[in-house]
């Protein structure tokens, strides 16, 4: 039994139905989305303690500008993808979001 198939067990996720290998391809997402998630708490935290302190200015308003504006950007996409892609897995193959894309 694989680490994955113990996670997805775990979390009460029925997983003798599942095709082989798709319990590590979910646990894979929500890894990500958990990982994503907590680089998301650091980066409010980073940006709330710079604002606090005023360096948030220098970077708004410095080169660095673009370049935080397509962090953000590119951030907030992918965590919307994570979770839905997670709900998408959590379904299964034959789930409501996934049937319509085969």
């Given amino acids: 039994m694989h680490l994955a198939e113990i996670l997805c067990?775990?979390?009460g996720l029925i997983v003798a139905s599942w095709p082989c290998g798709f319990c590590d391809w979910f646990v894979c997402i929500v890894f990500q989305l958990a990982s994503l998630t907590i680089?998301?708490?650091?980066?409010?935290?980073?940006?709330?303690?710079s604002l606090r302190l005023?360096?948030?200015e220098t970077l708004i308003k410095g080169p660095l500008s673009y370049l935080l504006g397509a962090m953000?950007?590119?951030v907030v996409c992918i965590y919307i993808r994570s979770i839905y892609r997670t709900i998408e897995l959590?379904?299964?193959?034959?789930?409501?979001?996934?049937t319509p894309q085969t």
């Fill in 9 to 11: 067990i775990s979390r």
């Fill in 39 to 49: 680089f998301i708490i650091c980066a409010v935290d980073f940006f709330r303690r």
């Fill in 54 to 56: 005023g360096y948030l």
């Fill in 72 to 74: 953000v950007l590119s």
């Fill in 90 to 98: 959590a379904q299964g193959w034959t789930g409501y979001l996934i």
